[in-house]
């Protein structure tokens, strides 16, 4: 399925597509500089190949896409699950995650899915505040659910912790 949602006058230059025919190199022109650095662009690479949905919001002023969501779908649950959502940096706080979580959640809707589900990183506050905002609730508190990887990891601090976070539709 191809879906195009233009925005509104504030983020007139901003598409919505979901399952349009996304090369590898637009996606990851989005997602390898945020995760990268943790997956590696191999586990990249196998992470966007494994999506059962994937959005990306297009930015036809700089003819680039800005954003993107990896989502798998469980039909006998009814749950979806964001595998990576990511704004580049120099997108953010311009209410582009919003909206993309907005799309996102009316579509699974729509599909009579009952529920939005993702994992993200304790101390990422602008993530879980963008969550909470769109309607996600913190289920609970997952030790280590992101360990560690590789031998760069073990020099860089990161949070091994992480929340999942629900959003019921």
């Known amino acids: 399925m191809n879906f195009s949602y233009n925005t509104s006058k504030s983020l007139s230059s901003i598409s919505i597509y979901h399952n349009s025919h996304f090369s590898l190199d637009d996606i990851e022109s989005v997602l390898e500089p945020l995760f990268g650095s943790y997956y590696g662009i191999e586990q990249l690479r196998t992470i966007i190949s494994s999506a059962d949905d994937i959005w990306c919001v297009y930015d036809r002023e700089n003819n680039n896409y800005v954003a993107c969501a990896l989502v798998q779908s469980f039909h006998?649950?009814?749950?979806?699950?964001?595998?990576?959502?990511?704004?580049?940096?120099?997108?953010?706080?311009?209410?582009?995650?919003?909206?993309?979580?907005?799309?996102?959640?009316?579509?699974?809707?729509?599909?009579?899915?009952s529920a939005i589900i993702l994992h993200t990183q304790v101390n990422n506050y602008k993530a879980i505040g963008l969550y909470e905002k769109v309607g996600f609730i913190k289920q609970y508190y997952a030790k280590n659910f992101f360990p560690p990887r590789g031998f760069l990891s073990f020099f860089q601090y990161h949070e091994p912790d992480a929340y999942q976070m629900i959003l019921y539709l």
């Open 76 to 113: 006998t649950d009814k749950v979806l699950y964001v595998n990576l959502f990511g704004v580049e940096q120099s997108h953010q706080g311009q209410g582009i995650g919003t909206l993309l979580l907005k799309k996102m959640k009316s579509w699974g809707r729509k599909k009579n899915y």
